[in-house]
C-alpha cells in the first residue's frame, strides 16, 4: 500500500514538480555532496561498494563522528514516522 504522501504527489503534478525542484537543489548543495562523498569513500575501504558483499547493509553516521554498518531498512527507518 502505498503512503498517503506517495498518493497525493501522483494526483498533483504542480505540487510533484515543484517537490522534485525542491530536492534536485537540495541533494546538489555541497553540504549534501560532502555527506555523500564521506559515506562513498567509507563504503569503499570497507570493500562494499559495487560488490554484493555490501548488498543490503549501509554505512551510516554515528552522533560521536564514526561510521557503522546496518542494515538499510534501519538506516532509512530512522527518521521516518511509525507505521
Do not use: Q
Given at each position: 500500500?502505498p503512503s ?80
Amino acid at each position: 500500500m502505498p503512503s498517503r504522501s506517495t498518493l497525493y504527489y501522483r494526483k498533483n503534478k504542480k505540487a510533484r514538480e515543484k517537490k522534485k525542484a525542491y530536492d534536485t537543489d537540495y541533494h546538489s548543495t555541497p553540504e549534501r555532496k560532502k555527506y555523500r562523498r564521506e559515506l562513498a569513500k567509507e563504503r569503499t575501504k570497507r570493500g562494499m561498494m559495487g560488490t554484493s558483499k555490501g548488498r543490503g547493509k549501509d554505512i551510516s553516521h554515528k552522533r560521536n563522528g564514526g561510521f557503522a554498518v546496518e542494515s538499510s531498512s534501519k538506516n532509512r527507518a530512522r527518521n521516518r514516522g511509525k507505521k
